[in-house]
């Protein structure tokens, strides 16, 4: 999860009904869906993936899911490079507890990140939809894929001859030729197949 961190719509967490997940007085999680025990990440993996859950203390039967997710979002701080909340945010965060506008606070936040999922869907789609219509033969991720095997074929050209020098090594450079007529069909085809997708 360098993952790109991706906020899906509310609406994906309704589509089936929550899964019950009780925490034991040893902190271990129960999924009840699955009959297994689960981590925090196991949690975590499922609000990645839209599936809406509740979290039960086993003994008292308190709805802690709020707490749960708090735990989430504090182990996800954790790790390194995964830092989603500035110091100056928290710090502003804790300053509202207590106060006057507390009861403003969670209405606000929910409606700021719900307008943020909402963007981002449109943006995806305008992009989709731009891209889709610039590359008729294929979508976005396959015509990246094919540029990034063409690139790493022109590097490997120039592999043998940087070895070479680094290394002072008396064996003969790799007969390029055949790679070098690959990667010119490529670009070829490549250039008609763009040429092709402008045409009105």
Do not use: C, W
């Amino acid at each position: 999860m360098a993952d790109t961190v991706q906020i899906l719509p509310e609406s994906k967490s309704t589509d089936k009904p929550p899964v019950v997940v009780k925490k034991y007085a040893n902190r271990r999680l129960y999924n009840t869906e699955s009959s297994s025990y689960i981590t925090l990440e196991n949690l975590g993996e499922m609000v990645r993936l839209g599936r809406d859950f509740v979290v039960y203390d086993a003994k008292s039967g308190d709805d802690i899911t709020r707490g749960v997710l708090t735990q989430i979002i504090v182990e996800e701080e954790g790790k390194a490079g995964h830092h989603l909340l500035p110091t100056s945010f928290l710090r502003q965060l804790i300053g509202f507890y207590g106060g006057s506008m507390q009861g403003l606070v969670p209405k606000y936040l929910e409606h700021a990140m719900a307008s943020f999922a909402q963007q981002q869907e449109q943006m995806r789609s305008a992009v989709q939809k731009t891209m889709g219509g610039l590359f008729p033969f294929g979508n976005i991720e396959e015509v990246s894929r094919q540029n990034m095997a063409m690139m790493e074929r022109a590097f490997s050209l120039f592999t043998p001859f940087y070895r070479g020098v680094e290394s002072s090594s008396s064996a003969p450079p790799t007969d390029a030729s055949a790679e070098i007529a690959a990667l010119q069909a490529e670009v070829e085809r490549l250039r008609k197949e763009l040429a092709t997708a402008r045409k009105p």
